[in-house]
């Protein structure tokens, strides 16, 4: 075979389209001795690197280091490369070794890519430090330098950082105009966007169908008929050949979508025909879902021939918003056995699916395969979703620990938010209000949840002074006006403490009508403290705000019961009764091996409810010898004691214990959920059980943790 020259060489890599053709050039290259010659190999290197391909960029990262000292164009080949792959953050890695190299500074070039690898990796630090180099160099006034500067800052959602480089810009394009209006998007803010779009405008600046683009995102977080069908006609007046513009017409249908105007939606994805794109499908998935019709989401979802990542969060997210708990978990595994790996919203929506359910050997297991090795621990935003996983699911211990581990300077008021949420479900007030003083300290200051979060904390942990320092402190210190959450908080935390008559005065002085909420704390500290009086009003009340929800009707019976008050008792019934108002059902949920198992009082319908009957038995026995008697007061049946003493053995919270005990090792923690109120009954049962088995049982019902442990309660039997 004749030598080949340099030019036939390159002539021959341009047409190279696999990794093995670019093999056979680079024999070629060696073969012709050009191996030492930067520019044949300078084109090898980009080649390779910008193949696509993970082994690509692995065969340009070996030709680089094999170079003695690479050229401006090798760096920046290899920093765009590693900013498209799986390994963003090498991008970086190879920007550090130029600034090392003698003569080799950065070009304009070199920063779009890398500001590109900043955002990918998720973390504002570096991207702010390359902005400096940026400064530095002398790139700040470089057109090409700003839009990605921009672009940056507004992945973060820093669009004051974004506007500033904007207006420090001395050339202005159609580029930096869709990049500002696209971060607007970003944040949902249409106004500005429609400020910059005029201004776009009036500097003779035509727009394009990425102009469009972006400020239909920009206005898709508003829920407005009029304005999304005004847009929609501005569109189809400013450009041509809208319809066969898959792009724009994806625009359009996703604006109408995320707003909630499915009919509309509907009619433009019916318009698209067979252009109908993955994404066009994925918005109306996540349409239907952002509005509760799953059942119609899950429809579209079936239906799709391919489905991307974005789909099946939506659909999953869908789900889980939506209170299907079970049905999020179960898509999120078929995700996984078909090898799709989640992102940070997947995540986040299956960890807040797991903390519903109490799912955590899912939770821990997402925790450790995904989240420890890919995703930066220094995500803010999943590591508030492992911290309300781990606290809703009874780990405190686990939550608390990431909580700490977090940097200060990464925590935001959403993160304390959870953690004092979390605190304050397990009745641990002191340390909920020593992580509250913590936010202060780092200057972060408390919001309207903030402060639910720990009233309740104290509420439920006896703080009484407390909580009502701290409600005092809202409008006072903070300018935070108590809303209807606060004003309930304050309820329960006085009629906890007895002070029933204090808890009505309040409710009375409120500057708006009490809602069911703030009257069922106060019935439900009625029925712990015996007060009738109060607890009829209070029940009157709930009964004409929710006269068809059958706890309230529940809970004054039960009242009346528990001070004999037996034919008042029955007469409540009877109105129930009369009215066909159902009692909720109760159930509870316990994990193992990961798998959810659900319980229904009285049933007998679980595979292995043999094994569930003899420990239910054997719970019985124990239980009477040592001296407890089943607590039958709240059962309001025409039936004699013993069958009364058979209702309460068989509440949904004693099959999942039995199930626990029949399948968990000695020693192991039994963690049950449960959606009603605990029952006096089981809570007393429960105590004497983590005893006589040696175990701790974690029960989280409708309203906090209980943690059974050596005969007690971590609620101080004040639930």
Not at 511 to 529: D, Y
Request: hydrophobic share 40%; net charge neutral; proline share 3%.
């Amino acid at each position: 075979m004749p030598p080949f020259g340099i030019s036939p060489l390159l002539s021959l890599l341009e047409s190279c389209k696999t990794i093995k053709q670019g093999f056979q050039v680079h024999a070629q290259i060696i073969l012709n001795g050009f191996q030492h010659h930067d520019f044949p190999i300078s084109r090898l290197i980009s080649f390779f690197a910008l193949l696509g391909s993970e082994d690509g960029i692995n065969c340009s990262q070996i030709l680089f280091c094999q170079i003695e000292c690479p050229n401006q164009f090798m760096y920046n080949t290899m920093i765009r490369g590693f900013s498209h792959s799986k390994f963003p953050e090498k991008a970086l890695v190879f920007y550090s070794s130029m600034l090392r190299q003698v003569n080799r500074s950065p070009n304009n070039f070199t920063y779009p890519f890398l500001l590109n690898s900043c955002a990918r990796l998720s973390t504002l630090k570096p991207g702010i430090q390359v902005h400096s180099h940026v400064i530095k160099f002398g790139f700040e006034l470089d057109p090409f330098v700003g839009n990605a500067l921009m672009h940056f800052y507004s992945v973060f959602r820093r669009l004051n950082d974004a506007r500033i480089v904007f207006e420090g810009s001395p050339v202005r394009d159609l580029v930096s105009y869709n990049t500002m209006i696209n971060g607007y998007g970003l944040v949902a803010q249409p106004g500005p966007a429609l400020r910059l779009f005029r201004k776009m405008q009036d500097s003779g600046i035509l727009p394009d169908e990425f102009t469009f683009v972006a400020l239909l995102s920009a206005f898709s977080s508003l829920n407005d008929h009029r304005i999304g069908k005004e847009i929609h006609g501005f569109v189809y007046r400013n450009l041509y050949c809208v319809d066969s513009n898959v792009l724009l017409k994806t625009a359009i249908l996703h604006m109408y979508a995320k707003s909630g105007l499915m009919d509309l939606a509907e009619r433009v994805f019916s318009s698209m025909r067979s252009n109908k794109n993955t994404a066009a499908w994925s918005s109306m998935v996540s349409g239907y879902a952002r509005c509760g019709q799953t059942e119609a989401a899950r429809r579209m979802f079936d239906q799709m021939d391919q489905r991307d990542l974005i789909c099946w969060t939506a659909m999953i997210s869908g789900y889980s918003q939506s209170g299907q708990y079970s049905e999020a978990l179960e898509l999120f595994m078929q995700m996984e056995d078909l090898g799709i790996r989640p992102d940070e919203c997947t995540l986040a929506a299956v960890l807040s699916a797991c903390a519903r359910l109490g799912a955590l050997s899912l939770g821990q297991r997402l925790h450790s395969r995904y989240i420890e090795g890919e995703l930066c621990s220094q995500n803010i935003i999943i590591s508030t979703a492992l911290i309300d996983m781990y606290s809703k699911c009874g780990k405190i211990d686990s939550a608390l620990h990431m909580f700490h581990s977090i940097p200060k300077s990464l925590k935001t008021v959403s993160l304390f938010n959870s953690m004092i949420s979390g605190l304050a479900q397990h009745g641990l007030g002191e340390s909920a209000l020593a992580v509250f003083g913590e936010m202060e300290l780092i200057g972060l200051k408390p919001d309207g949840v903030t402060f639910v979060a720990v009233l309740s904390a104290c509420s439920h942990s006896g703080l009484i002074e407390e909580g009502k320092e701290l409600f005092r402190s809202m409008s006072d210190v903070y300018g935070i006006k108590p809303h209807k959450e606060h004003y309930g908080c304050m309820v329960d935390l006085l009629g906890r403490d007895g002070c029933l008559d204090e808890a009505y005065d309040l409710i009375r002085s409120m500057p708006f009508e009490a809602n069911s909420v703030i009257w069922r704390a106060l019935l439900g500290a009625c029925k712990v403290h015996g007060n009738i009086k109060i607890g009829e009003v209070a029940c009157q009340k709930l009964i004409k705000l929710e006269p068809d929800h059958g706890a309230h009707y529940i809970l004054l019976s039960n009242m009346l019961a528990n001070t004999n008050k037996w034919e008042q008792a029955g007469r409540v019934r009877k109105v129930m009764e009369d009215r066909g108002v159902q009692k909720p059902p109760g159930w509870s949920y316990i994990e193992f091996q990961g798998t959810i198992h659900r319980f229904l009082a009285s049933d007998k319908s679980h595979l292995q409810d043999k094994g569930i009957e003899s420990m239910l038995q054997d719970m019985a026995m124990r239980l009477k010898s040592a001296g407890y008697v089943p607590n039958t007061t709240q059962v309001v049946f025409d039936i004699d004691e013993e069958e009364k003493e058979t209702v309460v053995s068989y509440h949904s919270e004693k099959l999942a214990l039995a199930f626990g005990l029949v399948n968990s090792s000695t020693g192991e923690t039994i963690r049950i959920m449960k959606n009603l109120r605990v029952c006096g009954d089981c809570h007393s049962a429960f105590k004497l059980l983590s005893e006589i088995y040696s175990r701790e049982i974690i029960v989280r019902d409708a309203i906090r943790f209980h943690h059974f442990k050596n005969g007690s309660c971590s609620c101080k039997d004040f639930w």
